[in-house]
Structures are given as structure tokens and as C-alpha cells.
């Protein structure tokens, strides 16, 4: 077999094995294609957890999780009523595809990125080797410098193709790395044009792709190399719109749900911002706490992969040299550390956070009622997730003992982008409201004040929430049919 066959064999059958949930999900076939390939790195994750408690070969597990899915799916079809997702036109199709593919096409230089290749196919490698072999890996003290504590989605979905595609090919790990990021990415632009999609359609689609373009803003090189934070990133910032932004989430929480999950599975600062914005949420979502606990299945996922890991002797670099005495008491050697950590993240985002600000404020001085009458929920929420990657960020450099210069130079260009996410996701949903005046397409403006049309869906509230007087649109509900006004 060809390398070239092996590498378009791998990327299809990523596609092709999630497609049926990714249906479930949605609804509709393009966009499956859409999410299919998270569906399939969740699948594999889970796999590596069984194999990892039960023993055996990681495709004995892989076969079995997707037959269940591919048997079991026919049968949900039929019982759970069929409630398409909204913007699923050819058109919206490739208005989010087709301006991600240039810059894609980085996909076909040489795969020789140092931490692709030491971390993420390390661990790919040994997930081939049977549940025994990972066990005993995930102990071993000569590979604690690959952070075998990392969580398993990117790592997993490469070893599934490389049980399918013998040969342990770097091209095959890296076209199916870069699918993966292609998938989250895209699925930030359709958050995107959920969150939007009651403004006019090229205005919605225009804001879709300035956002999902903003993934290659720090550090375009890791994109489509097999690093993963474009692939956590992305997908976290995607559910935190679907989830703070959108009026009334909980109707159907499920992609939102699916994004956490794939946040929380591929990298520990994705687990950890997973359960800030599940917190998040679930404040937001006060008055139906009875529907916020799937919110929390991401954060136990996630902790259930760090317990184990744990259990079998894996080593977390961070956690290993955190010296709580001395952050405690302030030593000056740990917080001398902070202000060239802060000056690092400024070089990298600060013009593009400064000028997203400045917008934000404005914005919300003069189109409060506006954005009220839009259905959009407060732009404040965006920003309390990043004060808290803020900070999250900031303590990861303080605490360690890695020499800080170097840790910065080799790290933050990657670490920063969901800073520029939020910038220009918040940015892009203040100029929609602007073009648009708070008029929405195929629904009637709201009046700046009012009783809430839907008693038992309740506005956001929390941090300077804005009160939700807009009615929610059809394409939000759960039982609504969407119209071709919407669409």
C-alpha cells in the first residue's frame, strides 16, 4: 500500500466511523460530516479507557464501540424525534469549509514537529500495543518527559488508524491530526452561525469564518502539524458559545456537550477550562439546574482518564513541581516569574484582546439594547472565561520549575490562541449586532423590555448578564421546525 492510499484510507475511515452519531446529533448528513471525526477521537478515547482497565487490543475495543454505535443508531433514529439542526445548506457547508482548505494545505510538509512526534504518536504508538503495554508505559519514569499524563483523544484516533494502516506512517498521523482540527475548527465556525443565525445569511456567514479563520492567529504552523491545541482550543471556545451566548442552551446541549468532551480529552488545560465553563453554564443556567448536570459528564470523563492515568503510575510535569509553600507565602524566586509570563502572552494577543476591549466596551455603551433584541446573551461571559485562562495560564508558568525563557519561547505562541478566539468571537458577534441593529431575519425585534415569551426557559443571569426579552428563534427550540428564513 501506497503512503498516499494509507493517508486518504486514514482520513475516510476517520470520517466515515463517526458518521452515524454525528447524524444522531444533527440530524442531517453534511453536517455529520462536519463533527464526524470528533465523534470518532471520542470513540477511540473511550476505547484506550477500556483497554487501559480491561486488558487487550485496542482494536478489539475500536470494533466494538463502533458496532454498537453503527447498530444502535438505526434503532434512536426511530424513536428520538427528528429535530434537524438549523444552517445546514450546501451553501453554509462551504462558506465554513471551503476558506479553511489554503491554509490547510500545510498539512503536506514534512511531519517533523518536535512535540507531534515526542508526545502525541509517542503515546499513539503504544496504545497500539495492547492494554498491558500501555499500563506499563504510562509508569515508566524515562518517558515522564512526554507527559504520558496527557489525555488520549488526538493520541487515540492516530492509533486507530494505525491499527487499520500498518507501518506507523508520520504522513498518516498527521493528515489524521490535521482532520481532527479541520473538524473543531469548522464546527467553531457553525457555533458561529448558531449564535448569529438571526441576522442576515452573509452577514452570519461572514462572522462564522472570521472567527474559525482566527485559529491560525498565534502560531499558524501548529494548526495542521499534529500539535492539539488548535483542536482543544477551538472546540472549547465553540462550546462557550453555544453555551453562554445562545439564549436558552440547555434546549439542545448536546454539540456543546460533544465539544467539552473533546476539550476535556485532549489536553489537561482543556479539562480545565471544561469544568470553568460547565460552572459557567450552569450558573447561567440557574433555573434549570435539573438540565445542567450533562453539562458536568465532560469534567467526570476527563477526571476519570487523569484518575487512571494516575493509578498507573503516570507523572503530570506541573502537578510534580508545584510548590505550594512557596506561592503560599509569596517567594519571590516563584512570582518573579509572573511578569515576563505576562509580558510573553501580551507580545503574542494583547493588540488583538486590547482592541477587542476597547470594541466590547463601546459596544456595549451603545448597542446594549440592541444586542438584548438580538437574543444574544452578555458579551461578559466571554470575557470571565478568559480571565479565568488567565489566571489558569499564568499559575502554569509561576509554578514550574522549567527555566522560564525557555518554557515561554517553546510554548506560549500555542497556549495563547484561545485568547485570540474570545477576542474576535466576541468582537464578531458586537459587529453582527451593529450591521444588523438588533433586526433579525424571518423574526420580529423584540422591545427592549418585556416579559419573557417562554417562562419556563429563564434569561441568563450571572456576571452583568443583560436580560434575554428576545423571542427565542425557531431554530433554538427543541421541538421547532426550521424555517427557510432561518436557514
Known sequence: MTPMVAVLGAVLLVILAGLPVGYLLLRDLRLALLVAPLVTGLTATVSVILMLVGGGELWWWLLLLFAVQWAATPVLLRKVPRVPAPHRSWADLLWLAVPLLPPFLMVFLPPVQWDSNSIWWLHAAYFTRGGAMVREYLGLYSINITHPDYPPLASATVAGAWTVFHGYGFYVAQFVSATLSFSS?????????????????????????AVAIAAWATNSGAVASGYVDPLWATAFVAAALLLLIRPDPLRRPLLAVLLMAV?????????????????????????????????????????????????????????????IGSVLHGDPQVYDRLPPTLAAIWGWVGTIVAVSVVTAVLSGLTLRRQRRAFGLGSDLWLWVVGVAYLGILSMTYVVSTNPIRWYLNTSISRVTLPFALLSVASAACWAVVAVTGGRTRGVRAAPAAGPHPLPASPPPSGPAAAPDDSPVPEELGAGAGVTSATR
Not at 475548527?185 to 469564518?209: D, H, K, N, W
Not at 470523563?301 to 510548590?323: E, M, N, P, T, Y
Open 185 to 209: 475548527i469548522v464546527t467553531l465556525g457553525y457555533a458561529v452561525r448558531v449564535v448569529t443565525g438571526r441576522a442576515p445569511a452573509l452577514v452570519s456567514r461572514l462572522a462564522a469564518v
Open 263 to 323: 476539550a476535556a480529552f485532549t489536553k489537561n488545560e482543556g479539562l480545565v477550562m471544561a469544568a470553568v465553563l460547565a460552572a459557567l453554564a450552569t450558573i447561567r443556567a440557574h433555573r434549570s439546574l435539573r438540565r445542567a448536570w450533562v453539562l458536568w459528564l465532560p469534567v467526570a470523563g476527563g477526571l476519570v482518564w487523569s484518575a487512571l492515568a494516575r493509578h498507573f503510575g503516570a507523572k503530570s510535569d506541573i502537578a510534580s513541581q508545584v510548590d
